[in-house]
């Protein structure tokens, strides 16, 4: 167990109530009264109520205040919460307080984590607006990609903050990550003061922190909010209360919680249901660790030189509690295992070829990416039609995938794996057919060249058959369609998230 060395601390009674409020770091310049929901600014040592803060909402995750750690061989504590919402969801961080008194924070990022420390704003940092999502730039001699630049809002916080922006009104947020680098690095900027608070943070995982003091398990499926479904009105139960979408199980509706529940929600239709190998709720041991469905999605893919040609794939979202989110993607060119990357990879002038970690990948695909189908519940909002511009790059059975919209810009790394290997990590053996996709490895020419021969002779097949029925059943909504002679052999099977980047 991390134990911290003593430090000065101090306690005063809150203004609002007369509870005790503890502050233990000497950074901590506010404090949330734990039984009032005061917010108090410290002055030496005179507490002065500003206001109330918002109660927060239950994230299900097993950190909580007093949980403590070891980082970079120094030991810390949780001592404060911030929550704050984007325009596709929340996301949490954790005000931590380390052995030397220093700060640091740990904080969501695109369903996994980041442990971040405060460095100074870069003299002359241009305004928010001055950085454009995609572009590349500079920032203290270091090549950064932009990733995000949105407007957020802080919604609650709990505990000691050395920094609080004024809650309920949004202020700019921009998220840099390391372009080219050896390392995975973030840099955020918080427009919420002047000058901006800059924070640079590298990925963690929650079981690398040797964390004690965390809940004993997460609450994620032993409670949830309920509601109805605002078309067919069946019950129904969100069984994580950062999603910000979710399907009923009923009538399909794809439902959209992102303002809350208890008010008429934002639903859509959904015809012709895809129903996923794996089912929602089972649970699979990769990597090492157990993961369980939470979500699915079916997706196209639109290539920009041939509108007719449309190619799909599904998406799995995956829950671990202590590794966030990951997804396991089934495409007609394999099955592979992915995840957000926290640094960009260097792009290559012509765009034929991309660098990350010292490794190089070649380009394979540029197209259009639509969600066209959901199940289940998602930690950013999904809808049916979200479009996104997707490049996926290649390194043998190693991947990069480029996703993004008009805020934000995602990259994620990942690696095939063998159909047979998901089908016995979800103990679905007896269906091992089903699982069965292009080998795990670099296609090869000759490979190449005998699937486009068997594609060709089932499409002149299915021309034949067309011509005698004169009708076709094919829909591109839900089929992996194209009404030319070409065929996509590649492409989609490991690209593309509706999630995009920020804090997630």
């Avoid at 205040?65 to 001592?79: I, K």
């Avoid at 295992?337 to 010292?358: F, H, I, R």
Wanted: hydrophobic residues 35%.
């Amino acid at each position: 167990m991390a134990t911290n060395p003593i430090h000065r601390t101090y306690q005063a009674p809150c203004p609002g109530c007369g509870a005790p409020v503890n502050f233990t770091s000497a950074q901590s310049t506010h404090a949330v009264c734990g039984y009032c929901q005061s917010t108090v600014v410290r002055n030496g040592d005179t507490l002065q109520r500003i206001g109330k803060m918002a109660e927060l909402f239950d994230d299900h995750s097993l950190l909580q205040l007093h949980t403590s750690g070891t980082w970079r061989s120094q030991a810390f504590t949780l001592v404060g919460r911030l929550q704050y919402q984007y325009p596709e969801g929340t996301w949490t961080e954790w005000h931590a307080m380390l052995a030397d008194g220093s700060t640091a924070y740990l904080s969501e990022d695109n369903g996994a984590y980041v442990m971040a420390t405060p460095v100074a704003a870069p003299a002359n940092l241009p305004a928010a607006q001055a950085f454009r999502v995609g572009a590349s730039t500079t920032v203290s001699g270091q090549a950064f990609a932009v990733a995000s630049n949105m407007q957020v809002l802080l919604l609650a916080a709990q505990g000691e903050l050395p920094h609080l922006p004024a809650l309920g009104q949004a202020f700019a947020m921009v998220e840099l990550r390391s372009q080219g680098a050896q390392s995975e690095r973030v840099l955020s900027i918080d427009y919420s003061s002047t000058p901006p608070t800059c924070c640079m943070g590298q990925p963690v995982r929650l079981e690398d922190l040797k964390l004690s003091g965390l809940k004993e398990a997460s609450s994620k499926t032993e409670k949830g909010r309920q509601f109805n479904c605002p078309n067919c009105g069946a019950a129904l139960t969100v069984q994580q209360d950062t999603s910000q979408s979710m399907t009923c199980g009923s009538c399909n509706s794809l439902i959209d919680l992102s303002s809350g529940i208890g008010g008429e929600l934002k639903h859509a239709l959904q015809d012709e249901p895809v129903r996923p190998l794996i089912a929602l709720g089972s649970t699979g041991e990769l990597q090492g660790a157990v993961w369980q469905v939470v979500g699915f999605q079916h997706r196209l893919g639109l290539d920009p030189s041939d509108p007719d040609e449309h190619f799909g794939w599904e998406e799995y979202l995956l829950y671990n509690p202590k590794r966030g989110f990951t997804f396991l993607v089934d495409s007609m060119d394999g099955w592979s295992l992915v995840k957000p990357a926290t640094g960009a990879p260097l792009v290559a002038a012509n765009g034929q070829s991309a660098s990350y970690l010292g490794a190089r990948y070649t380009l394979k695909e540029s197209y259009q990416a639509e969600t066209s189908y959901a199940l289940g519940e998602f930690y950013w909002r999904v809808s049916r039609g979200q479009k996104t511009r997707n490049r996926d790059f290649a390194s043998g059975t190693n991947m990069l995938s480029l996703e993004q919209s008009a805020d934000e810009l995602t990259w994620s790394v990942g690696s095939k794996i063998d159909g047979a290997t998901v089908a016995r990590a979800f103990k679905l053996e007896g269906q091992l057919g089903l699982f069965k996709r292009a080998d795990v490895g670099p296609a090869s020419a000759s490979a190449a060249m005998s699937v486009r021969t068997l594609i060709i002779i089932f499409v002149l097949l299915l021309l034949f058959a067309l011509l005698i029925s004169r009708c076709s059943s094919c829909d591109p909504n839900v089929e992996n369609c194209s009404s030319g002679s070409s065929s996509r052999s590649s492409g989609g099977s490991f690209g593309g998230f509706s999630s995009g980047g920020g804090h997630k």
